[in-house]
C-alpha cells in the first residue's frame, strides 16, 4: 500500500486537520463518477449518503453520476462479481496522508467501478460532528476523488459546515455544500 507517512526528515506526516484540502480536483464534466456510500458515519443525523447525492448531482451537472444502488442492481445480477459499496478498509485516510490507494481498498474500488463503468470514485471517507462543548457542532466530511485506473487519489479533503444545534439538517447540508463547492471548483458560486 502506497502511503505517504514519512516526510523528507524521517518523521510521520501530520494527519489531515479540518480545512485541509490536497490536490486539485479534474474537471469533472462528461467523466463517469462513481459517487460511493459514506463509509464511517460517527453520529451525523440525517441521511448522509443522499445529502452527498443531491449535493453533488445538483452542483455536477454534465457529469455522469453512478449512485451505489446503480452498482447494487448491477450487482445482484452478477453475483459472481465480488465488489461492495459499503463496509470500505478505509481507515488508512485516518491516519495517514494517502497519494495511492493499495489493496485491498484499491481492489475492492477497482471491482466495483469496473461493474458500471466508471472512471472516478468519490470515496466519502467518514462523517463526524466536531466542536467545542458549550457551542454547537459541525458536521465534518472526510472526502477522497480517487481515479480508479491507477489508484491515486486526486483530491482529498477534510472539510466542516456551519454550527448548527445537534440534528439540524442545516448542519449536514452545509458540510455537503463545502465539498460540492471545493470538489466541484469550475462550477462557480
Excluded at 459514506?38 to 449518503?49: E, F, T, Y
Excluded at 481492489?107 to 458549550?134: I, N, W
Excluded at 439538517?169 to 460540492?180: I, K, Q
Amino acid at each position: 500500500m502506497a502511503v505517504s507517512a514519512l516526510v523528507a526528515c524521517g518523521g510521520r506526516s501530520p494527519l489531515p486537520e479540518p480545512g485541509s484540502k490536497r490536490g486539485v480536483a479534474p474537471d469533472l464534466r462528461g467523466v463517469r463518477v462513481l459517487l460511493l456510500p459514506v463509509q464511517q458515519n460517527l453520529g451525523v443525523a440525517g441521511d448522509p449518503d443522499a445529502e452527498f447525492a443531491y449535493g453533488l448531482r445538483e452542483r455536477g451537472q454534465g457529469v455522469l453520476w453512478i449512485s451505489a444502488a446503480d452498482v447494487e442492481e448491477r450487482m445482484a445480477r452478477s453475483p459472481g462479481t465480488p465488489a461492495r459499496t459499503r463496509g470500505l478498509p478505509v481507515g488508512v485516510f485516518l491516519q495517514a496522508e494517502v497519494d495511492r490507494v493499495g489493496d485491498p481498498l484499491y481492489g475492492e474500488l477497482r471491482r466495483t467501478a469496473a461493474l458500471v463503468s466508471a472512471e472516478v470514485v468519490v470515496l466519502p471517507v467518514q462523517a463526524s460532528l466536531a466542536g467545542t462543548p458549550g457551542e454547537d457542532p459541525r458536521v465534518r466530511l472526510w472526502t477522497a476523488l480517487i481515479d480508479v485506473r491507477t489508484g491515486r487519489v486526486a483530491w482529498f479533503s477534510v472539510l466542516e459546515g456551519g454550527a448548527f444545534p445537534a440534528g439540524d439538517p442545516r448542519g449536514l447540508a452545509s458540510a455537503v455544500d463545502e465539498v460540492a463547492r471545493t470538489l466541484l471548483w469550475y462550477v462557480g458560486g
